[in-house]
């Protein structure tokens, strides 16, 4: 009787944390497609991109706030010319024009980081980031990055989630297909990358890199790829 009611409280433990990982793979992956849709959207009634918009001030409504304009030269930047946080304002945008569920208002255009009340965070406390930049895939640890905009998940993800994600809405690879490996971090500690390191998030920086989930590697995240 005992073996039994431990082999049931064990079952439960068990059962307890699958669905909880599940939830956190559901989350990231929410967010994920909530933010690549809000950007499209956004890019099809304004015929700009969020963050970059030069026009903002006049055609949106953000509330208390006024509302800054990028520099509209097609890049969401970190930062611009100018020195504005396009990257920041982008979320601005996004909540401000309907596209976005939250309330994310820059301050002014003098903000350089992010904080809770301009961008939102991933499951695990992380910010995320849309931005035009070459961090993501085999290129964000290697020379020569290739800049393109992406929706970073932002840091501390385990990777066991990130390659669940990636095995459900791409193909599992962390250097291929339009969700990949980011060492992007707004915050610390910052990811543990090295390719094969044995604490790193993929086996290798190489194009055939696996995600490193035997490492059980708890900083890491990824990128889709817009």
């Known amino acids: 009787m005992v073996l039994v009611i431990v082999g049931l409280v ?12 599940n939830a956190k793979v559901r989350n990231l992956i929410v967010q994920q497609e909530g933010a690549k849709t809000a950007f499209f959207a956004f890019e099809d009634r304004y015929r700009a991109l969020p963050g970059d918009y030069r026009q903002a001030s006049t055609n949106i409504n953000c509330g208390a706030l006024p509302c800054p304009n990028g520099d509209g030269n097609g890049r969401i930047e970190a930062p611009n010319s100018a020195a504005m946080h396009e990257e920041i304002l982008a979320w601005m945008h996004l909540s401000a024009a309907g596209f976005l569920n939250g309330n994310y208002a820059m301050s ?19 910010y995320m980031q849309l931005a035009f930049d070459g961090l993501w895939g085999k290129d964000s640890n290697r ?20 390659a669940e994600v990636d095995r459900k809405i791409d193909d599992g690879v962390p250097y291929a297909g339009a969700f990949q490996f980011s060492t992007y971090s707004a915050n610390a500690p910052a990811p543990a990358v090295g390719g094969a390191s044995p604490s790193s998030c993929t086996s290798s920086d190489a194009d055939n890199g696996i995600w490193n989930e035997p490492a059980s ?6 990128a889709s790829l817009l």
Not at 217 to 222: D, E, H, K, V
């Open 10 to 21: 064990l079952g439960g433990v068990l059962t307890g944390q699958q669905l909880i990982r």
């Open 108 to 126: 002014s255009a003098a903000v350089t980081a992010p904080g809770p009340d301009n961008t939102p965070r991933n499951p695990f406390g992380a």
């Open 143 to 162: 020379a020569g990055p290739v800049p393109r905009h992406t929706v970073k998940t932002g840091n501390q993800v385990p990777v066991e989630l990130i």
């Open 217 to 222: 590697q708890t900083n890491c995240g990824a």
